[in-house]
């Protein structure tokens, strides 16, 4: 990450090693806006300073929306994700969505001084080039009545988890959600080091000091997922029964 001033703006620009602008600050001359709530401040602020962000004015037309949970054909976008106010500054956030379906970590977020309303820096986690191709509505249909036997056996714990799930449900899904997930090989989870959980247990064991976090024993992923591609997955959050590991973990998966 480095850092600049653009002096025709008076403010601060982070960019990463792509050149993408990753956040303003705001140091010398916050901006100050007369919109009655912080969301407003936010959407004017966007507005103004789209071009260092490098947002389009087509992007910035439903912030007040949330996330979808179906495929649509709408392009990129951002949309309302949250405010949180802590020690007089609140952060309104907006999800960066496509297909009208939120891309994983991926948005903006702006801080507010709440007296008076002035904005003192954003930061930007959007993807700069997103495409993606809308899966059918029967894939939709198949992957969201997705059960805990099935997630079990693309996990590859299906064989020992079969026989002990009616008995004390050692693999329960809490969540389905449509998302856009762009693969890149670094950030999966399931080549780190670790304990592989090939068996899932109900009893509950002291973890080592010296432990690293466990892993599941996953299927190769398949040559046609590309590295950098975005792709509509079915993000599941589950618990799973983990033998020295406290008993019981929350996992996600990327379907």
């Not at 976008?77 to 891309?103: C, H, M, N, W």
Request: hydrophobic fraction near 40%; charged fraction near 25%; proline fraction near 6%.
């Amino acid at each position: 990450m480095s850092q600049e001033l653009n002096t025709a703006r008076n403010v601060y620009l982070d960019t990463d090693e792509q050149g993408v602008v990753r956040g303003l600050l705001h140091f010398n001359e916050p901006f100050v806006s007369a919109a009655a709530t912080p969301q407003l401040v936010a959407a004017e602020y966007l507005d103004n300073f789209s071009d260092l962000l490098g947002l389009e004015a087509e992007q910035l037309t439903r912030l007040g929306l949330s996330p979808g949970t179906q495929v649509t054909k709408d392009g990129v976008e951002y949309r309302f994700l949250l405010d949180k106010r802590l020690d007089g500054v609140e952060t309104v956030a907006y999800q960066q969505t496509a297909l009208s379906l939120p891309i994983w970590q991926a948005g903006l977020a702006v801080q507010i001084q709440t007296d008076p309303l002035r904005v003192l820096s954003s930061q930007s986690s959007r993807h700069p080039q997103v495409s993606v191709d809308p899966p059918s509505a029967a894939a939709v249909k198949r992957a969201e009545a997705i059960d805990e036997e099935e997630l079990a056996a693309r996990l590859g714990i299906g064989d020992h988890l079969a026989a002990k799930s009616a008995r004390n449900k050692a693999l329960t899904i809490q969540r389905r959600q449509l998302v856009i997930y762009r693969y890149e090989e670094k950030n999966i989870f399931r080549d780190q080091p670790g304990e592989i959980i090939e068996q899932p247990e109900v009893a509950v064991l002291d973890r080592r000091a010296d432990q690293s976090l466990p892993v599941l024993p996953l299927r190769p992923i398949p040559d046609t997922i590309k590295e950098g591609q975005h792709y509509v997955c079915l993000k599941v959050d589950f618990g799973l029964n983990s033998p020295t590991f406290g008993g019981r973990l929350n996992w996600v998966a990327m379907l």
